[in-house]
Nanobody, 125 residues
């Protein structure tokens, strides 16, 4: 059974940095993609970015250049490093994952089968 557990959410000042972690369990290999999403109060979930099994990443325009996704397959953990945080980054952040047939299968515009419970990030001005 695949499980995802996010951690690292916190209250940070404008311009600050934060790193979220998504610990995975239950995958039988490292052939899986992971996406990060966020949900603002009263709004639909928004895609932030993703990483495939080969380490290729994609980002939304709103976070490109500020956020970085990486993976540590030995620790079965995917990270979302966030820099230059803005008040509009305040949201609950979720990771999602899905097994893939190959390491190189793209994560862009992809679907996900498993979701974490979310971790809140508040950027205070």
């Amino acid at each position: 059974q695949v499980q995802l557990v996010e951690s690292g959410g916190d209250l940070v000042p404008v311009g600050g940095s934060l790193r979220l972690a998504c610990a995975t369990s239950g995958f039988t290999s490292n052939k899986y993609r992971v996406g990060w999403f966020r949900q603002f109060p009263g709004r639909e979930r928004e895609w932030v970015g993703c990483i495939n099994g080969a380490g290729t990443t994609h980002y939304s325009d709103s976070v490109k250049g500020r956020f970085t996704i990486s993976r540590d397959d030995a620790r079965k953990t995917v990270y979302l490093s966030m820099n230059s945080l803005k008040p509009e980054d305040t949201a609950v952040y979720y990771c999602a994952a899905r097994a893939t047939l190959s390491f190189r299968e793209t994560c862009a515009a992809a679907t996900y089968a498993y979701w974490g419970q979310g971790t809140p990030v508040t950027v205070s001005s």
